[in-house]
T-cell receptor
């Protein structure tokens, strides 16, 4: 009955590898996000999808490729992992209604990525 | 006690005290603001939000104040409890046609019994 879930919770990998993180929400939301939180706790948006369509892409290296197979899922694939990719990655979702864009985003528990 | 949310400062209070966490936001066009609480090892958890057409909103033990003139947001927690210990983030919505939240740097709240 978890609202926004992510897998895996921890991911330790070698530099140069390719890895994927998965996110699922059972809230019936139609907009999903990926955020990156660095070691100083700074939280920054990376991508957003609305109804499977990419709507926000925040100057993220093209090694990062999000994919939304349906409204309830947003996955993040990372190619050629670098040391600087080590961070906590959070998925979030919200329901869009009207045109005010003032609805709460709900976050998943995070995926802790460590690149060695 | 009070603190400004820059460079992840720490606010230490005693259980039962009232806490005030401050946040300066950057965009005068931001129209929606949210406070999140993040406990160690967990994702940010929604606390309270406020729209730009309001200057105060109250929840259970929490109050958010918005001063658009000086672009300042504060979170007041009444009767702070040890379970309130966490990092608190303010976020502003840069409504660029889609919701885009820009987060502040966070403030760590430590509550001593």
């Amino acid at each position: 009955d978890t609202a926004v879930s992510q897998t895996p919770k921890y991911l330790v990998t070698q530099m140069g590898n390719d890895k994927s993180i998965k996110c699922e929400q059972n809230l019936g939301h139609d907009t999903m996000y990926w955020y990156k939180q660095d070691s100083k706790k700074f939280l920054k948006i990376m991508f957003s999808y609305n109804n499977k369509e990419l709507i926000i892409n925040e100057t993220v290296p093209n090694r990062f490729s999000p994919k939304s197979p349906d409204k309830a899922h947003l996955n993040l694939h990372i190619n050629s992992l670098e040391l600087g990719d080590s961070a906590v990655y959070f998925c979030a979702s919200r329901r869009t209604s009207g045109g005010l864009n003032q609805e709460t985003q709900y976050f998943g528990p995070g995926t802790r990525l460590l690149v060695l | 006690g009070e603190s400004v949310g820059l460079h992840l400062p720490t606010l230490s209070v005693q259980e039962g005290d009232n806490s005030i966490i401050n946040c300066a936001y950057s965009n005068s066009a931001s129209d929606y603001f949210i406070w999140y609480k993040q406990e160690s090892g967990k994702g940010p958890q929604f606390i309270i939000d406020i729209r730009s057409n309001m200057d105060k909103r109250q929840g259970q033990r929490v109050t958010v104040l918005l001063n658009k003139t000086v672009k300042h947001l504060s979170l007041q927690i009444a009767a702070t409890q040890p379970g309130d210990s966490a990092v608190y983030f303010c976020a502003e919505n840069r409504n660029t046609g889609f919701q885009k939240l820009v987060f502040g740097t966070g403030t760590r709240l430590l509550v001593s019994p």
